[in-house]
């Protein structure tokens, strides 16, 4: 068998990846050890959160699919932050555990370019550093020109519950178990993470009169800039609000030693997720909190699995049964699958190019939680970008590496590559210093272009794009030169601001800060979609902000724009210190901008890398 590109691991990396590539017309393959857990959620079913919502947009306007995805699948659907500024608003939905993966599957068996082979890889084979395909567990050799390794938590896999380790993956599947060890084996850093699960209870036996109710938005939402909503706002599945009770804090402290983490297993070595913790975590970090709040969220419409989030755990199923019917309304719950974590091996990041490409070995990638982050939709952007840019390497044209001011993506691609990881990568908004520009409303805006230029989108969906721009344009300038006068005090009045003396244009009105742009509808010409609207109020009410924002990226783009050459010779700047040499070395930046962003170069270093540069290499 021969292929263009070979994709390694079917989950929402995988899935991004080998859509990409084959609708950019690759003959592409996509290995997975279970066809039946394509596009799995082995943990909480839901798509999108603070940050990680943008992300999908993100995906969406390059032209990949777990947006689309996310609409088709729905229960519920809410906009977080809606009372706080643009730069925080993202959508949340809670995605059908059914639904997701058998939409998903559907899509990968009918794209054109693409195959799916059930095995397990066990080698990447390469010749003279580049890869020539992969290698099976039953020694099948499958040739290919790149290879995207997507593997999420399955490499070297094992599940923890109490004192017991088993060498399994999610849902007892048998894991990847030679794959990290032949990756070191050719000089890769492993590092060994964890991450964990909670209880899976039956709805029915829930007291939910004890809990408080949380509703779905009564406005239609969706991820995807294409789709109309394909749900039903009244008919959206509830979640529920509990809390975690003094007894249930005594009942882990009480137990503690009987926690995998807390010394039930000795020889634990992966790092959990700082900001998805356990509950003994929860417990032991933050002992002067009375509670902590537990939400209970439906898994599918398909079954009666409720999802008790934040209460993840690898205490033994005993302890867990007094932990769960500690919390109201879970008194009497029958718990259908017990919490586990499991620990796995990923590759250290800074091993890796911008691109996803790796430097040890050439059309080697990687993407999703084998680089160390954690998330459906952090995994899903790393998988399109990567398979974007395996494609454009056999194209012979240069990657698509989208800047920090450009998307989250590149926020999360940067910090993994550059700074590396300590624990499980999850994005936030406080990791994006631009994230004013990196709005949920304005992500086709920032990257639509590229899915067009990249082949991802196409002439109809792009026509619609430039469509939106045009009206929006217009908007703006109708908005600029309409103006309000005197004899509209009565109106002002009444939309509570200030009266004037002199004409004033909406534009400078809308600045305001308690003027909304539905307020000035009856002085506009033309109608407009609410999506219009919303951009062009907050473009013109944050302006200055957004202006702001774009002068500082600017001067850091200016510094991007300073390459530094790949035959550098680092241990040549004496005067560099020894720390920063050791970095520079290990991380390979390539250009002034992303060397200032690693940890432990500071600016004094750069200053001489400056120095060293302009006399060696002629800069400016």
């Known amino acids: 068998m021969e292929y263009e590109i070979i994709v390694v691991g079917g989950g929402h990396a995988g899935c991004e990846a080998a859509l990409a590539s084959a609708r950019k017309g690759h003959k592409t393959l996509l290995v997975t050890g279970n066809i039946k857990n394509i596009a799995d959620m082995p943990c909480n079913p839901s798509i999108g959160g603070s940050a990680k919502g943008i992300v999908v947009r993100e995906i969406d306007a ?66 003279k550093n580049k890869v020539t395909g992969v290698i099976l567990e039953d020694d099948t050799f499958i040739k290919a020109s790149a ?31 030679y794959l990290s060890d032949n990756l070191a084996k050719k000089g890769f850093e492993i590092k060994r993470l964890k991450t964990g699960t909670p209880q899976r209870v039956a709805k029915n036996s829930i007291d939910f009169s004890k809990t408080k109710r949380e509703d779905g938005d009564k406005d239609y939402h969706t991820f995807s800039f294409d789709l109309k909503p394909l749900y039903d706002v009244n008919k959206q599945e509830p979640c529920y609000l509990t809390y975690t009770t003094k007894e249930t804090h005594e009942i882990i402290q009480q137990n503690l030693h009987k926690s995998s983490m807390y010394g039930g297993i000795d020889d634990i070595k992966g790092i959990g997720p700082r900001y998805c913790p356990s509950i003994e975590d929860k417990v032991v970090r933050f002992s002067d909190k009375e509670r902590h709040q537990l939400f209970l969220e439906p898994e599918s419409l398909y079954y009666d699995d409720v999802y008790i989030q934040g209460f993840s755990t690898s205490m033994p199923y ?88 450009e998307a989250y993506i590149g926020v999360l691609i940067d910090d993994l590559v550059t700074k590396g990881i300590r624990d499980p990568y999850r994005l936030l908004t406080s ?16 990257l639509r272009q590229y899915g067009y230029e990249v082949g991802l989108i196409d002439e109809q969906r792009y026509q619609k794009f430039l469509n939106k721009k045009a009206k929006l344009n217009e908007l703006i300038e109708e908005i600029k030169n309409k103006k309000v006068t005197p004899a509209d005090n009565d109106f002002l009045l009444k939309i509570k601001t200030n009266e004037i003396k002199d004409g004033l244009s909406l534009y400078n009105l809308l600045k305001r800060p308690e003027v909304a742009i539905n307020d000035l509808l009856d002085y506009l010409d033309n109608d407009y979609a609410e999506e219009i609207l919303e951009q062009a109020g907050i473009m013109i009410k944050y ?34 210190a020894s720390e920063a040499k050791q970095k520079l070395k290990e991380v390979k930046p390539t250009s002034l901008g992303q060397a200032l962003r690693i940890s432990g170069v500071n600016p004094a270093d750069i200053s001489i890398l400056m120095i060293y540069l302009k006399r060696d290499y002629h800069y400016e």
């Not at 970008?385 to 920090?404: F, Q």
């Not at 990791?431 to 920032?446: G, I, K, P, S």
């Open 62 to 127: 390059l032209g990949g699919e777990m947006g689309r995805n996310a609409d088709k699948s729905l229960l519920q659907i809410k906009m977080l932050n809606s009372a706080k500024g643009p730069a925080v608003r993202a959508l949340r939905a809670q995605a059908d555990k059914i639904t997701y993966p058998k939409e998903m599957l559907k899509t990968l068996e009918t794209q054109a370019n693409l195959d799916i082979l059930e095995a397990l890889v066990k080698d990447v084979s390469h010749q």
């Open 147 to 177: 290879v995207i390794l997507t593997t999420g938590t399955y490499m070297n896999a094992d599940i923890l519950i109490g004192d017991t380790r088993r060498r399994e993956g999610p849902h007892g599947e048998r894991p990847s178990n």
């Open 318 to 405: 005993e302890v867990q049964e007094q932990m769960v019917h500690s919390l109201p309304g879970l008194e009497n719950a029958k718990i259908l699958k017990y919490a586990y974590a499991i620990e796995y091996d990923s590759i250290y990041p800074t091993q890796l190019k911008q691109s996803l490409e790796t430097k040890l070995i050439e059309n080697l990638y990687t993407a999703g939680q084998i680089n160390g982050t954690s998330g459906y939709e952090e995994a899903a952007g790393q998988g399109l970008i990567a398979g974007i840019n395996a494609a454009l390497k056999l194209e012979g044209k240069d990657p698509l590496i989208l800047g920090r001011d």
């Open 431 to 446: 990791r994006a210093e631009y994230r004013l520009l990196l709005r949920h409303d304005n992500a086709d805006l920032r």
């Open 543 to 576: 302006e200055g902000y957004i202006n702001k924002a774009l002068k500082e990226a600017s001067k850091m783009k200016a510094l991007e724009n300073k390459k530094i050459p790949e035959d550098i010779d680092y241990d040549a700047m004496h005067n560099l």
